[in-house]
């Protein structure tokens, strides 16, 4: 008599090419699945790269600017300081030639531009926000309390909407 039992069993542990190739398809996503786990971690580190690049840039744009600036300024106090020093310039103030005056509003607005860019890419967190604060907050602060670029940033004609937001956000937060 033939035991049946034995024979189906016999016959389950037989693989038929269908489970090879169920077998080999898992193989293949367990492969692929590992590859895009090691792609991802690649990928976020990269990212994290891409990140610092974008900070030292936004960074050296700003030093730019207020360098350029500053380059300006330098020559024009010392002026401003000759002028003061003769007495019979005692009563009379100092006023800023026509080039000086252009060149003065350029040099700026160069620095608000600069500083209005860095706080778009803040808001659309193209940068780390925590180490933005860090190294802006106070900046940001002096900036828009400075005499020289509180008329220009209030003036109305430029909208540094982005620099006044994040100043707020920074160093005033009952707004």
């Given amino acids: 008599m033939v035991d049946h039992t034995t024979l189906e069993s016999a016959a389950s542990a037989i693989w038929t ?6 077998a080999a398809g898992v193989s293949v ?12 971690f690649k990928a976020s580190k990269r990212d994290l790269n891409s990140l610092g690049d974008s900070e030292i840039k936004t960074f050296e744009m700003i030093a730019k600017a207020e360098k350029d600036f500053a380059e300006f300024n330098s020559p024009l106090t010392d002026k401003i300081d000759s002028f003061n020093a003769i007495p019979e310039n005692k009563d009379k103030g100092y006023s800023l030639s026509d080039g000086e005056k252009g060149l ?3 040099y700026t607005q160069s620095v608000l531009n600069a500083y209005e860019i860095a706080c778009q890419r803040f808001l659309d967190k193209k940068l780390d926000g925590e180490r933005f604060r860090k190294t802006y907050q106070a900046r940001l602060n002096k900036l828009c309390s400075s005499p020289a670029y509180n008329p220009i940033i209030n003036d109305g004609s ?10 707020d956000k920074f160093n005033n937060p009952e707004k």
């Fill in 158 to 167: 430029h909208s540094y909407s982005a620099l006044k937001k994040v100043n």
């Fill in 104 to 106: 003065s509003k350029f």
């Fill in 17 to 22: 090419t269908r489970d090879y190739f169920y």
């Fill in 29 to 40: 996503a367990v492969i692929s699945a590992c590859i895009a786990g090691f792609s991802a």
